[in-house]
């Protein structure tokens, strides 16, 4: 798909978070074929946040493209994320992410099925 045949879609305070984030939908769920529940590039405006939330049945990692943020890893340990940067969290376990910039904080989301 060309960037112009992709499904957009800006969501408000995802997961409780704050602000605008934006998903540019990679594949369909056609394409994703029952297997992943998403691969997405997301991009999560300048002061803006998703919320935590835990995976149940499904993985989630982030690659990040560009910009800076503060990623919540099971609420356990937080640390500075940035271009080059991977991210996983796994079934049973949470996390959000948070842009503290002001620029854009871009990256690709893939969810995984883990119980399929």
């Not at 994703?32 to 300048?46: I, N, S, Y």
């Not at 940035?82 to 910039?101: A, I, L, Q, R």
């Amino acid at each position: 798909m060309t960037t112009g045949q992709r499904k957009t879609e800006e969501k408000q305070n995802l997961r409780g978070g704050k602000g605008v984030t934006v998903f540019e939908y990679l594949l369909d769920e056609k394409q994703l074929d029952g297997r992943c529940r998403m691969f997405a590039k997301l991009t999560v405006k300048p002061h803006s946040s998703i919320g935590y939330h835990v995976h149940q049945g499904d993985s989630e990692t982030y690659y990040i493209l560009s910009g800076r943020g503060v990623y919540n890893d099971n609420q356990e340990k937080t640390y500075e994320v940035k271009p080059g940067d991977v991210t996983y969290t796994g079934s049973g376990f949470g996390h959000s992410v948070e842009n503290t910039g002001d620029e854009d904080l871009v990256f690709i989301a893939l969810i995984i099925y883990s119980d399929r």
